[in-house]
């Protein structure tokens, strides 16, 4: 009954990526590259490499839609279909809220944790990793369901959520959830933002993509003025075994795998001192950022490791709206024939 209100399925039109390196010691040379563009011929990920001192906007980021009727035989980038005043007026809409919702959340933190670095953290990283369990607890709902299968979010998702995590463990090591309050309020947070994210990510993923990139942008801007207020001190300061082990010892994977602005094998960091620590956390938010940004068009993203000749066996179909109120919508406007 419920697949009865899917619009008819589209396949998502041909673009190339453009991808930015800042790194002239990059080890792709210009063949390598071209090969990988070959491959990533279906990738349409628009966010660009985040420059040292540059700030995170997570204002007006929604990208327009592209026209599913845009068949690219020549693979060139097809026409963009400006989204109508009443869009505009909706998406403007959907912002204001977040940005709204994310600022009250920061009053709370300032006014509670303003001379509580650690203990802020703890709280920053519980609650910002809440929202990929969230899009991941739907995107499996619709799959149940048979409606539609989105491989390629679920495992960016689930890779964000695993970087997530680990800055949480780091927090942790650092004493950040000693005191039973902080986790009190942590983890009541953390459970009314889930459901929340379910709710708002069944109904509009575009604001829900928005939303996240709202909290990712307030870590990136929280670790960036702590370490330009404390980085002399962070340098003197041994590293955290649960970081050094995270991004230099273990399979780097996933933490290429949720970079989507990025080539693989391109980040490799360095950690010596908590300085280095807290850098690449702060980093590792502003990619969140740009992949969140990415998300806000429907179809955008597709993981680093993808080919075209990726295998997905049993492959559902991948609806062409965005969230259970859009495909109503449009088997209403556009009923199958």
């Not at 040292?52 to 929604?62: A, D, G, H, I, R």
């Not at 809409?93 to 303003?114: A, G, P, R």
């Not at 780091?170 to 983890?187: S, Y």
């Not at 993923?205 to 990136?220: G, K, L, N, T």
């Amino acid at each position: 009954m419920a697949a009865s209100f899917l619009p008819s399925i589209f396949t998502p039109s041909t673009r190339s990526l453009k991808l930015y390196t800042n790194n002239p010691s990059s080890s792709f040379s210009p063949t390598s590259i071209a090969h990988f563009h070959s491959r990533r011929r279906l990738c349409k990920v628009q966010a660009t490499i985040l420059r040292e001192n540059e700030k995170v906007v997570v204002e007006e980021t929604f990208q327009p839609k592209i026209s599913p009727d845009d068949d690219n035989n020549n693979n060139e980038p097809p026409e963009v279909e400006p989204p109508s005043s009443v869009e505009k007026w909706v998406i403007k809409l959907e912002q204001s809220i977040n940005i709204f919702l994310t600022d009250s959340v920061i009053k709370v933190l300032d006014t509670l944790y303003h001379d509580r670095d650690y203990p802020r953290f703890f709280v920053l990283e519980t609650i910002a990793r809440v929202p990929y369990f969230a899009f991941i607890s739907v995107l499996h709902m619709y799959e149940s369901f048979g409606w539609w299968r989105k491989s390629e979010y679920l495992k960016v998702h689930f890779a964000e959520s695993w970087n997530e995590m680990h800055h949480l463990l780091i927090m942790e090591e650092l004493g950040g959830n000693a005191w039973w309050f902080d986790r009190f309020l942590a983890q009541h947070i953390a459970i009314f933002y889930y459901f929340m994210t379910v709710f708002m990510y069944a109904l509009s993923p575009r604001m829900a993509y928005h939303f996240s990139e709202c909290v990712e942008s307030h870590a990136f801007e929280t670790y960036d003025k702590f370490i330009k207020e404390k980085g002399d001190e962070l340098k003197k300061l041994a590293p955290s075994k649960v970081a050094v082990k995270y991004y230099t010892e273990e399979d780097l994977y996933l933490f290429d795998e949720f970079q989507t602005a990025r080539l693989p094998n391109t980040r490799r960091p360095i950690i010596q001192n908590m300085y280095d620590v807290f850098m690449n956390i702060r980093d590792d938010e502003a990619e969140h950022c740009k992949t969140m940004k990415a998300c806000q068009t429907h179809g955008n993203l597709r993981s680093p490791h993808a080919s075209d000749d990726d295998d997905l066996g049993c492959i559902l179909p991948d609806a062409g709206c965005e969230g259970i109120v859009d495909c109503i919508k449009k088997s209403i406007t556009n009923p199958p024939n």
